[in-house]
């Protein structure tokens, strides 16, 4: 069956330094993924999406990539600030318009 | 413009009670989608409605959970004789054009509820 894998422990990190995050899925081939941020209390906001035939997508200071062969997404902060501590969220495409998450990598930027 | 909302923020119930959840997509979006999100757990996916197809009701977990939308916007998602296992928040989204499938997800605060 479709799995989606993030990494369950927080990651916390110094103001400054880049923020990589992970998602994994297996046993399918989604033709895009999209990311997501989520802050206590709130919904999620959608961040960026990238495609299968795009090896890399860039917004202000984040970055993505998409690594068909390993399966895998990178989601990059660079230049990280305080402000940007939430819990991050992968949505591979499923081939449904729902979205299936992976469980979110809290993230917490020290100052 | 106006986002997606919720409401109520937060409902409390007793065990055995029905609940009904709302949700007014932004204007002009014809998907809208329910998801659960408990302790602990990741957002689950519960009910989709695109136009005036019939929805997709694959992810509702028991027959105690009933969603409607009138008139392509508001919707309601109902929960019959409510249980604890039903606590979580209960998150609604909204999206332009599901016809493109990478289409974003617009979503509303929320409606944590709790199953004494």
């Known amino acids: 069956s479709q799995k989606i894998e993030q990494n369950s422990e927080a990651l916390n990190i110094q103001e400054g330094k880049t923020a990589t995050l992970t998602c994994n899925y297996t046993n399918y081939s989604p033709a895009y993924l999209q990311w997501y941020r989520q802050d206590p209390g709130r919904g999620p906001v959608f961040l960026l999406l990238i495609r299968e035939n795009e090896k890399e997508k860039r917004k202000e200071r984040l970055k993505v990539t998409f690594d068909t062969t390993l399966k895998q997404s990178l989601f990059h902060i660079t230049a990280s600030q305080p402000a940007d501590s939430a819990t991050y969220l992968c949505a591979p495409d499923t081939g449904r318009r729902a979205l299936t998450f992976g469980s979110g990598t809290r993230l917490q930027v020290q100052p | ?116």
């Not at chain 2, 957002?43 to 992810?59: C, H, R, T, V, W």
């Not at chain 2, 019959?80 to 990478?102: F, I």
Request: some cysteine; proline content about 5%.
């Open chain 2, 1 to 116: 413009g106006a986002g997606v909302s919720q409401s109520p923020s937060n409902k409390v119930t007793e065990k055995g009670k029905d609940v009904e959840l709302r949700c007014d997509p932004i204007s002009g979006h014809t998907a809208l989608y329910w998801y659960r999100q408990s302790l602990g757990q990741g957002l689950e996916f519960l009910i989709y409605f695109q136009g005036n197809s019939a929805p997709d009701k694959s992810g509702l977990p028991s027959d105690r959970f009933s969603a409607e939308r009138t008139g392509g916007s508001v919707s309601t998602l109902t929960i019959q004789r409510t249980q604890q296992e039903d606590s979580a928040v209960y998150l609604c989204a909204s999206s332009l054009d599901p016809g493109v499938v990478s289409d974003e997800q617009f979503f509303g605060p929320g409606t944590r509820l709790t199953v004494l």
